[in-house]
């Protein structure tokens, strides 16, 4: 019995919010295992690609799913063969329900930087030519939703 490990921790000390020092390493800490945001994509590429983009669907998500239940040794069959399959059905509704959640409830928010938009005009009266070279001076916002 003396052999035997002690069940308490040894080396870890637990933070103490005493001072101020320690509840800014402890919010720092925080910040810093934060994830990355997610590369952007380039506009002129989501400007092009974004209408050739075939849109969600739940049984070609629930096909993409189930066709990868063998990577998880989970129970695998046919869904419209005679028998039930409870995985499979299981795996169509969840996506059906997705699509629905998405399709039904996301919400787009767009905010676009003050000075990305450039504003050029041109054009003629009595006086002679005139030219307008403008940007937008407020931060713009805009919505919509998935489709």
Known sequence: MSECKSPQKTGVA??????????LKILQSIFSIMKQPA??????LLFLGAKLRPGLSARDMAARVISRFSESDAVNGE???????????????????IVNAIQTEAKVSVVIDPGAMIINASGANAGGPVFVVGTNANITAGGGGVT
């Open 39 to 44: 590369d952007t994509i380039p506009p002129p």
């Open 14 to 23: 637990s933070p103490s919010i005493s001072s101020i020092g320690n509840i």
């Open 79 to 97: 869904i419209f063969q005679e028998g039930n399959n409870v995985m499979t059905a299981l795996m169509v509704i969840t996506m059906e329900e």
